[in-house]
């Protein structure tokens, strides 16, 4: 009887155990933080996002007119995107401050003017 009561305990330690596991790992995976983002000439709309450091994030770029790009030098992402699609930057924000993206795609007279503003926030 005393066996049954211990390998009873022992099953149910476990049991509480890997729920546990599950639910703190589950927690750790946060959905990424998604902005929408048009570029159109000569300005990307939103003009600035904030996002969080640690936390996963997806820019949607979306072409309105002809081809654009978008380059954070400092966090090494660049995305290119033709006319009336759309294309994903995909990343983690790994350090805090205020990061300026430009159009790296060259689209006309007002090129050297478009920018995006990306606030980093603890």
């Not at 729920?19 to 939103?46: D, I, L, M, N, W």
């Not at 969080?52 to 994030?57: N, R």
């Not at 699609?85 to 795609?105: A, I, L, N, W, Y």
Request: aromatic share 8%; charged share 20%; proline share 3%.
């Amino acid at each position: 009887m005393k066996r049954i009561l211990i390998l009873t305990a022992t099953f149910a330690a476990i049991l509480w155990a890997t729920g546990f596991a599950y639910r703190a790992s589950a927690a750790a995976q946060v959905a990424p933080h998604t902005v929408e983002v048009t570029a159109s000439k000569f300005a990307f709309s939103p003009a600035e996002v904030t996002l969080k450091k640690g936390e996963p994030a997806v820019i949607v770029l979306k072409s309105s007119d002809v081809a654009h790009g978008l380059r954070f030098r400092e966090l090494n992402q660049d995305v290119k995107v033709n006319k009336g699609q759309t294309m994903e930057m995909r990343f983690t924000p790994d350090k805090t401050g205020d990061f300026v993206g430009h159009c790296s795609v060259f689209c006309g007279s007002g090129h050297g003017s478009m920018t995006l503003t990306l606030h980093v926030v603890e």
